[in-house]
């Protein structure tokens, strides 16, 4: 079985840790990047009309806009 995903190098568990705590732009707010594999995998579920979540850093843009 192959790798989905590995974990993200610029971030720690999806959120950069400077004075605002924001999420990682690099991985979106998960703490780990798709291989291709993965992004093969999602596409098929995608395909099949499995919902994909939003991501943490879309989630946190969403509620700003909201607010």
Do not use: N, W
Not at 6 to 32: A, I, N, R, S
Not at 49 to 56: F, K, T
């Amino acid at each position: 079985m192959g790798q989905y995903d590995e974990k993200c190098t610029h971030c720690l568990d999806g959120v950069v840790h400077d004075d605002e705590g924001e999420p990682c732009v690099t991985c979106h707010g998960y703490g780990y990047l798709l291989t291709s594999k993965g992004d093969d995998l999602i596409e098929f579920l995608k395909r099949r009309g499995i919902h994909v979540p939003m991501s943490p850093l879309a989630e946190d843009g969403l509620s700003r806009m909201i607010e």
